[in-house]
Structure formats: C-alpha cells, structure tokens
C-alpha cells in the first residue's frame, strides 16, 4: 500500500523543475513591483491643471453673502450726493445691484440724506464701505428746504410747535411733538425707564428707529430737565438693578459687583476705572448716574 502511494505521488526530476519554475514565474508576475510597473500607472496631478479651477473656486466661494456682495465690484469712485442718486451710479461706486435698489427703496418711503453720516445708518452700507465712500460724498447744505420737504411727506395730522420735557412727560405728552407718533413715544418712555432719564438730548437718537433725521426735526421741541434723573447707588445696587443700564454687558455688570465684594464700597467714579473691562467711554455714559 505505501509502495503504490509514493509511486503514485512521486515527480520526476524533470517534473519537479518544471514546478519550480512554474512558481518563480507566479511568484515574479504578482510581485508589487511587476504590477506597478506594467499593470498600474499612478494618475498624475499636476498643480497646472488644477490651477484654473481653484481660482474660480476662490472667486465664486462666498457668493450669496450679501455681506460680501460688494467685493465682487470694481468700484469707481467719484464725488457724489447721495438723495436721488441712479441705481447705476451706485453700482459703479461698488454697491450690488440688491443694494442699490434698497437704498432706493428708502427713498421712494421718503427717506433723504442730510448730511454724510446718514449714509453710515443705511443697512446697505457696510463700515468698510462708508469708509471707503464718505471722501466722496457731497451733500448741498439747504437745511431748511430739506426739513421743508421731510415735513410736507409726514403722514400724520400737523401739530402746532410746542416744547416737551421727555424726562417728565407722558406718552400723550410726547404725541404733542411734532414728529412722534404712538410707537416712537412708547420706546421713548421705555428707554428712559432704562436708563434712569435723559442726560442729553442725543441719547434719543439711541432709542430704536430714532436716526438723526428724526432727532434733527424734533432737536428744538424738546427739553431735558436732569432734576428728574433717577440715580443708581452703585454701593447698593444688586445685578436686577444694574442691568437697567443699556451701556453695560453682563460681563460688565458682574464685575462691577464682584469688585464692590473684593475690595469694599465705591468712593468715587474713578474707583470704576480700575475695572479692565470698564473702558473710559462705557465709565463717562453711566458717571451722571452713579451715586456713592
């Protein structure tokens, strides 16, 4: 039996080199170098081909921002009166066609420019661009012909001139100003309930929708009477009632308090000064109502 099984199983010497050079044949054939070689070629990128297409990646990458329309127009910059100004000049100094037509939007309600820094409050108008642009602009100063033609466009009942002390008024008091109607003596109200009273007659320009076009008709109508200032005591004041002050972050407003616990009562205005995050615009705006 086992004389048949090695007869049955046995290779010649011929037959056993034939086999092995079978195997350094297969062996050679799949080798990673032999089908890198003759089978694979590796694709080859090379930087030119792509070029083109990144660049018009890079130049494409940010439409549908309409923060960053403008910089997709070469502008041409020249002086320029910004009330009635075409669509196509405002294209011309840089603005997107969408941006132009807003501002001419604002017009056709019977919006006007009065002077330059008008054109800063139009949503249109990023800081960059009021920059780059306010060089150029060139308002004819006819102050009473322009308030002449704002009046004439007012839709409500025309009210006789008469001048109003905000700090004491009432909402139908303020109505008798010429210029105010329901909405804007409310968030008047509502601003001096935060702030404590009016210091200055500018601060109303920091009432929400009051933009100096407004403020300009209603300047000489008004009175501020600073007897009537609701103090805060700074040495007494907890987080509810500092809070009411629209000049300070909550940030702001901790650290007040937290220094007041470290270091003991406030003596004077300058004592804030010693707040890093209290910079001295922040410390002038709530200095008239601070008491020690």
Do not use: C
């Not at 909402?171 to 009016?198: E, T």
């Not at 805060?232 to 009411?244: G, M, Q, S, V």
Request: without cysteine.
């Amino acid at each position: 039996m086992n004389q048949k099984f090695k007869e049955y199983f046995s290779i010649s010497r011929q037959e056993y080199r034939g086999v092995l050079v079978l195997f350094i044949l297969i062996g050679i054939l799949f080798s990673p170098y032999v089908y890198e070689r003759f089978f694979f070629k590796p694709l080859e990128i090379k930087i030119e081909t792509i070029k083109p297409a990144l660049t018009q990646i890079d130049k494409y990458k940010n439409i549908g921002d309409e923060n960053h329309e403008e910089e997709f127009h070469k502008p041409i910059l020249f002086k320029f009166n910004p009330n009635h100004l075409p669509v196509e000049d405002w294209i011309k100094l840089g603005l997107s066609e969408k941006q132009a037509l807003s501002i001419k939007k604002y017009e056709a309600k019977g919006g006007k420019f009065y002077k330059k820094e008008d054109v800063k409050k139009m949503y249109a108008i990023s800081p960059a661009m009021y920059q780059r642009l306010a060089p150029y602009i060139d308002i004819p100063e006819n102050k009473k012909e322009a308030y002449t033609t704002y009046d004439r466009k007012e839709s409500f009942p025309k009210k006789a001139f008469v001048m109003v002390d905000v700090n004491n008024a009432d909402s139908l008091q303020l109505l008798n100003i010429k210029g105010i109607g329901p909405a804007f003596a409310s968030r008047i109200i509502k601003y001096r309930n935060r702030l404590g009273g009016f210091i200055r007659k500018e601060q109303l320009m920091e009432v929400y929708g009051l933009d100096s076009v407004k403020y300009a008709q209603i300047e000489n109508q008004i009175l501020i009477d600073k007897e009537k200032i609701t103090p805060l005591h700074i040495n007494t004041a907890e987080f509810a009632d500092i809070k009411r002050f629209p000049y300070l972050s909550y940030k702001q407003m901790n650290a007040i308090i937290a220094y007041r616990k470290q270091h003991g009562a406030y003596k004077s205005i300058t004592d804030l000064s010693k707040i890093h995050i209290l910079n001295p615009e922040i410390i002038s705006k709530i200095a008239p109502y601070i008491q020690f």
